[in-house]
């Protein structure tokens, strides 16, 4: 059974920074992409960021130079450090994982996915 279980989640200041995790299990972690997605209230999910089997790695505009993310393959999991946050940072933000290697920023090309962490930014 795979499971995604995201950590880190927390309440921080504007200018902040916060590094969420996502443990894997269940599954090949080493050959599977696996990406960030967000959701503010009211708003649709949307992409943060993902990391292929190879480790290229893809961006949103909106997180871009201010957001890495990372793999651990020895651990099975994958970090977002996050810098500089934003009141607009807000939102829960969800783990999830591809059956394939090749990161994509879209949500329903990925076919697992954790519960969510809540990031909250203050101004």
């Known amino acids: 059974q795979v499971q995604l279980v995201e950590s880190g989640g927390d309440l921080v200041r504007a200018g902040g920074s916060l590094t969420l995790s996502c443990a894997a299990s269940?599954?090949?972690?080493?050959?599977?992409?696996v990406g960030w997605f967000r959701q503010a209230p009211g708003k649709e999910r949307e992409f943060v960021a993902a990391i292929s089997w190879t480790s290229t790695k893809l961006y949103s505009d909106s997180v871009k130079g201010r957001t890495t993310i990372s793999r651990n393959n020895a651990r099975n999991t994958v970090a977002l450090q996050m810098n500089s946050l934003k009141p607009e940072d807000t939102a829960v933000y969800y783990c999830?994982?591809?059956?394939?290697?090749?990161?994509?920023?879209?949500?329903?090309?990925?076919?697992?996915w954790g519960q969510g962490t809540q990031v909250t930014v203050s101004s």
């Open positions: 999830a994982a591809r059956a394939t290697g090749t990161a994509v920023t879209t949500s329903e090309n990925y076919n697992y």
């Open positions: 269940g599954l090949p972690f080493e050959v599977r992409a």
